[in-house]
């Protein structure tokens, strides 16, 4: 497990980088700022928006209309005469339909647009996990590369000391001048080994600050403490961790929901075979002015009113719509098929990635402890040479060549420790313990 303590910064960071980086911050930096979190969040809100017209789709709609018209020219009166009769007419209307019956299509629209937000979310949640994974690993790289640095600042310690102790000897004239060269080489290539572990830190902290969308592209983390790992899981076999995570992960979840969600599209196709039933009112109201008349029409005539209401039921029945909605059923039930396979594919993925990591951490562990067993002869060794080496027992290129070779063990060691460290955590992951601990 990764255990946080509250203490030292990482490596050469600029003395304006104030801030150190805990792993939690880390995560929750990169999960705010993530660019494709965002837009999910906003397809989230479209859907959203699709269950709030779905609800509307209940009501009964409300229209209002008006209109002013004008109609110039002439008519024949009552004395025979051609007289102008031009009109000035306003028509105001107000319309209502409401939906009384469509087959449940209303009912099952609204459970696939909720269904559509709960894909959604989902998908998101997968999101934040492939993210908050790859800062953790990130996080451990850094760390890595810290380690890498110690271990070349204790190689180049160990080359200056000896490369002093020779000096003193060639001066005193007790061992030929070659020997303190061949010091400096060393200790040159020690600090070169050096030089490329600082550069390494640096990359390490440069990749986590983009990740975490930085602008400054440099970040100051705090130091974790990583415990000896232990492969608590390996009590567990592929099968019982599968079918832990077939449980709750979140790309089964979100499959099993396309397939919910192809059912009710299946539903609303069939709802076109059913009749349908609305309510429809109507509230019609005209104003004409007539202009030009002789003065013994009065003004009562001259100016007409008319009002309407309208109430009104209406039947649909479909009988024969060239297959459309035939059609559109079949392509329904295509689509839940291809759904129920795109489960079982994910569930295949799921499989396939479990063994896998119960595989990598279990190779892991192996590595770590052989590593382990290496480290501790090669230091053996080493101490042992050192002390031959001090009497000169043993040439500087025999001393050098087993001093490499600790390195090198212990290099491997480090390495090992954090990559075990990380599909532990993985492995972790796939049974249910969070990522990182509240």
């Known amino acids: ?21 805990t792993l939690k911050e880390c995560i929750n930096h990169a999960l705010e700022n993530n660019i494709s979190i965002k837009k999910s969040e906003l397809e989230k809100v479209n859907k959203q928006q699709d269950v709030r017209q779905a609800k509307g789709n209940f009501l009964p709609n409300l229209n209002a209309s008006a209109s002013q018209n004008y ?31 469509d087959g449940f299509a209303n009912i099952h629209t609204l459970n696939r647009a909720k269904i559509n937000i709960a894909i959604q ?28 640095i110690k271990i070349a600042n204790f190689q180049v310690n160990i080359s200056e000391k000896e490369l002093e102790r020779i000096t003193a000897l060639v001066e005193a004239g007790a061992v030929p001048k070659g020997d303190m060269l061949n010091a400096k080489a060393t200790l040159s290539t020690d600090i070169q080994t050096l030089t490329e572990a600082q550069n390494n830190f640096e990359m390490a902290t440069l990749r986590l600050a983009q990740l975490l969308l930085i602008p400054e592209g440099t970040i100051q983390i705090e130091e974790i403490q990583v415990a000896e790992p232990t492969n608590t899981m ?8 599968y079918d832990k995570a ?37 509230l019609s109201t005209a ?61 295949i993925k799921l499989r396939e990635s479990v063994q896998l990591a119960y595989t990598d951490a279990s190779t892991a562990a192996k ?41 090198s063990s212990e290099t491997q060691l480090i390495r090992s420790k954090y990559d075990y460290t990380f599909k532990v955590k993985v492995l972790e992951f796939y049974y249910g313990v969070p990522i990182i601990s509240e």
Request: charged share 20%; glycine share 2%.
């Open 1 to 21: 497990m990764l255990f946080i303590s509250c203490s030292i910064s990482a490596y050469s960071q600029p003395e304006n980088s104030s801030k150190i980086w």
């Open 367 to 407: 590595s770590y402890e052989a590593a382990k067993n290496s480290v501790d002869a090669q230091r053996e060794a080493f101490d042992y040479a050192n002390e031959k080496f001090q009497v000169g027992s043993i040439s500087s290129y025999d001393f050098n060549q087993s001093k490499n070779r600790l390195f």
């Open 234 to 241: 390996a009590s567990n076999s592929s099968t019982v961790i």
């Open 71 to 101: 109609n110039f020219g002439s008519s024949i009166d009552v004395t025979n005469n051609r007289v102008s009769a031009d009109y000035r007419s306003n028509n105001y209307s107000l319309n209502s339909n409401w939906v009384l019956f």
């Open 121 to 148: 979310e989902a998908n998101i949640v997968k999101m934040k996990n492939d993210i908050s994974l790859n800062v953790v690993n990130n996080y451990l790289q850094v760390l890595f590369a810290k380690e890498q």
């Open 246 to 282: 077939v449980g709750f992960f979140p790309e089964i979840k979100a499959a099993q929901l396309v397939i919910q969600s192809a059912d009710k599209s299946i539903s609303i196709s069939k709802a076109d075979y059913l009749p349908t039933l609305s309510f429809n009112y109507s």
């Open 287 to 347: 104003y004409q002015h007539r202009q030009g008349f002789p003065d013994y029409y009065s003004y009562n005539k001259q100016l007409d009113n008319n009002l309407g209401h309208v109430l009104g039921l209406t039947l649909s029945i479909p009988i024969f719509n060239r297959f459309q909605f035939r059609s559109a059923v079949s392509r329904a039930e295509i689509n839940k098929e291809q759904a129920t396979f795109d489960l079982e594919s994910e569930k």
